[in-house]
């Protein structure tokens, strides 16, 4: 399985901007979707933004407008650029990869360690 390495997180006053970058250990070329998840302490881990081989993408109804997800097949890295953060946007965000669409569907993908993002004043 490819190895996913996230980072960028950190901590970022309300309204500001973050870039999260999720570096494979492998080409993810043909890989069918990378995905940014969250999970906030006591919360399941959510789906933020996906976007596929195919360059369509797909973002949680709460941050459609301020985060956008972006794959460098070249660089084999996927991104997510916050802006606009929110407090309620504070969490640990992961970076998933599926190998295929039935795989997507049961959740079974390559998954990061996870990189802090926390919005506070």
């Known amino acids: 399985q490819v190895q996913l390495v996230e980072s960028g997180g950190g901590l970022v006053h309300p309204g500001g901007s973050l870039r999260l970058s999720c570096a494979a250990s492998a080409s993810i070329f043909s890989i069918y979707a990378m995905g940014w998840y969250r999970q906030a302490p006591g919360n399941k881990r959510d789906l933020v933004a996906l976007?596929?081989?195919?360059?369509?993408?797909n973002y949680a109804d709460s941050v459609k407008g301020r985060f956008t997800i972006s794959r460098d097949n070249d660089k084999n890295t996927v991104y997510l650029l916050m802006n606009s953060l929110k407090p309620e946007d504070t969490a640990v965000y992961y970076c998933g990869g599926f190998r295929d669409l039935p795989d997507y569907l049961r959740g079974l993908g390559s998954w990061g360690q996870g990189t802090q993002v926390t919005v506070s004043s």
């Open positions: 976007i596929t081989n195919g360059g369509s993408t």
